[in-house]
């Protein structure tokens, strides 16, 4: 030990000198990616497979779309996941820092409302009713307040952390304003827990990515949603995604590029490219829905042209179409 | 015989009768804490045992030598430990590299050659104080501090450096701990045959803590081995399929520190990130990881034990 410590010592000195006097980082060629953990797998099956294929180094963080936000508009990562279009907070964040970004939609996700797999007494929720029950302030307890033909049962609702993309996206969608919502739920960043909740809950209520539904679907029963009471019930399902019948509830994800590092380097133009090539097959693969293929094409001229700029001017719009997307921006 | 002796004889009897009973009430008394003591020493252990059992028995199938040799990825089956539990060792050995030298220099600066004085008292409280930090304190300080301030970035070093400082309270006083151990006559010896501060310090203090310090170092690294808030809050990665550069290279001067500035994800992120992915296969792959996690804080913990028993037995006084 006495020699040990010696020479740990010894080590250390060493160590402090060399790394305050010389290197850089290495000039491999590295991708920085980072943002939503909701997109994560899509760019962690198109990291897998890009490295493959080239010689670059790809890393992915899931800081979450906002913490993903910040260090991409500090110009810390080339490329940012997104599960949410970008706010207006951040669109001046990145602009005070002289960071553009091209906004890529990549994929769908269906959010899908879960129940029970016990809970045989609901067929179909309409939007109002699931904004009669998740609206703040809502005094909804007892699946009989929804509606008098429901059993006195008790209502527990889970629900994702309001760090949350997909808890954005619900509320505006559900409430028609970002971010409200009624609190006394109980929520949870990681989906497992949700599922964990409602399985365990036969009132039990929780809503998150089709994914987690995919996945659990012996303990859980996932409700088909109609947007207006009186449309017609739309079971979430990646068919009903695409063709745009699924209404409120799907959403698009994003991946946010650098607009320097995709005009100036070569590896972030050749992943991007091998991304939205890829994306059919491998967003299938981790469980979420492709665009059409048409969509894909509009979005890869959408890249070619190094066009800056976001389609939502700092709001979140329910509902919108790729091309429509893609046409303000041009 | 009179009345007297006979009235003594029957108080006697008596007392032997009462004192008797007072043995067997203080005798059942002793089963009773015993009891109480192993049914606490149990319920501890075995809580331990049913989580370790069911961690193995969930993660069993992936205890193949391929999951310590691959790299993440998107499928549970081909996905491993590679990146991550390399990442563990630079990281943990950038930390015992700050933490030792200086938790140790720290602990016989304060027991040796500090002034007692409230000076040396504010830093003694500061310092119990630290041990008892939640860890996440310790990030935050980190994103600061090395991350932008120093400029240090996401690396590995600026990881270590974090874990180093999450080590620094317990190895300062585990040091002191075990000089504090030392008796007053081994010190008073050595300064009688006319060594100085340091000899004393060097040849005898250091030597005789050894194995106290050691307990320290290794109980505080299998802290930081296993935290998992500080270093995602220094920005982990979590998905990364190279490893950093190698600290030894064919060509002059041999030696790269470059890895030092690399990027790097854990064993506890890789774990956390598994867990929360819907496809269950992952579950399975978070159990395994999760079993590793605890086997190798066990046999830090146990070498600790070793080195100290190996380590005393050499020290006759």
């Known amino acids: 030990m006495n020699t040990m410590l010696k020479k740990s010592m010894r080590i250390a000195a060493l160590l402090a000198v060399t790394f305050s006097t010389s290197h850089v980082l290495a000039a491999d060629k590295i991708i920085k990616i980072d943002g939503s953990s909701t997109v994560y797998p899509i760019t962690e099956a198109m990291a897998e497979e890009f490295q493959k294929a080239q010689k670059v180094k790809v890393t992915v963080g899931e800081s979450g779309t906002g913490g993903g936000f910040k ?88 629900g994702p952390g309001t760090a949350s993309g997909t808890f954005d996206y619900f509320t505006e969608a559900v409430n028609g304003k970002s971010k409200s919502s009624r609190t006394d739920y109980t929520p949870s960043e990681d989906d497992n827990v949700l599922v964990q909740g409602v399985s365990g809950n036969v009132g039990g209520m929780a809503y998150f990515g089709y994914a987690y539904y995919e996945e659990n679907k012996d303990k859980l029963r996932a409700i088909p949603i109609s947007a207006k009471s009186g449309a017609p019930a739309i079971m979430p399902s990646p068919e009903a995604v695409k063709d ?24 972030v133009k050749a992943f991007v490219n091998f991304y939205l090539e890829n994306a059919p097959k491998l967003v299938a693969e981790v469980k979420y829905v492709p665009l059409p293929s048409t969509d894909y094409a509009a979005v890869k001229e959408h890249f070619k042209a190094l066009k800056p700029g976001t389609g939502f001017g700092g709001k979140n719009e329910v509902g919108i179409k790729i091309k429509d997307l893609i046409s303000r921006i041009k | 015989m009179t009345t007297e002796t006979l009235k003594t004889k029957a108080s006697v009897l008596e007392n032997l009768v009462a004192v008797r009973a007072m043995i067997r009430r203080h005798k059942r008394n002793d089963v009773i804490f015993a009891a109480i003591g192993l049914i606490a020493l149990m319920l501890g252990l075995l809580t331990l045992l049913t989580l370790f059992l069911d961690l193995v028995m969930d993660g069993y199938p992936r205890f193949t030598l391929e999951f310590f040799s691959n ?43 500090a002034p007692k004085n409230w000076f040396s008292d504010l830093i003694e409280i500061n310092v119990s104080n630290l041990a008892g930090v939640p860890s996440i304190i310790y990030g ?34 585990s040091t002191r701990e075990a000089i504090r151990g030392i008796p007053v006559a081994i010190r008073e010896a050595a300064y009688a045959v006319g060594a100085t501060k ?11 803590s050894q194995g106290g310090i050691l307990t320290g170092v290794i109980i505080g690294m299998s802290r930081a081995i296993g935290e998992t808030a500080p270093i995602i809050t220094i920005g982990a990665l979590t998905f990364i399929a190279f490893l950093p550069p190698t600290p030894i290279t064919e060509v002059a001067p041999f030696i790269n520190f470059e ?56 020290i006759k006084w």
């Open chain 1, 244 to 267: 745009g019948t699924y209404q409120p509830l799907s959403r698009p994800l994003f991946i946010y590029v650098n607009a320097t590092a995709a005009a100036f380097k070569p590896e």
């Open chain 2, 198 to 208: 340091w000899q004393v310090v060097k040849d005898h203090v250091v030597k005789y």
């Open chain 2, 140 to 173: 935050l300080l980190a994103l600061g501090l090395f991350v932008y301030g120093l400029g240090l970035g996401e690396s590995i070093l600026t990881a270590g450096l974090t874990l180093g400082l999450l080590t620094l309270p317990v190895v300062i006083v």
């Open chain 1, 71 to 158: 260090k991409f508009c500090r110009g810390e990562t080339d490329i940012s996941d997104a599960s949410r279009p970008i706010t207006q907070k951040e669109m001046d964040m990145c602009k005070e820092a002289g960071i553009q970004y091209i906004e890529l939609p990549i994929a769908y996700d269906a959010l899908t409302v879960v129940v029970n797999s016990k809970n045989d007494w609901v067929k179909s929720l309409s939007v109002e009713e699931l904004n009669m029950i998740w609206k703040p302030g809502s005094s909804v307890k007892n699946w009989k307040q929804v509606n008098a033909a429901y059993p006195d049962k008790a209502m527990g609702l889970y």
């Open chain 2, 259 to 314: 890895w030092l500035s690399s990027g790097f994800t854990v064993l506890p992120i890789q774990m956390f990130n598994w867990l929360s992915r819907p496809d269950h296969a992952f579950h399975t792959n978070a159990a395994a990881t999760g079993a590793i996690i605890i086997v190798v804080t066990l046999l830090m913990n146990g070498t600790a034990i070793y080195l100290r028993y190996q380590i005393r037995k050499n």
């Open chain 2, 71 to 113: 790299f993440p990825s998107r499928r549970a089956a081909n996905a491993g430990l590679l990146s991550a539990w390399v990442g563990s060792l630079l990281v943990m050995t950038v930390t015992f590299l700050t933490a030792v030298p200086m938790g140790v220099a720290a602990g016989l600066y304060l027991e040796e050659y």
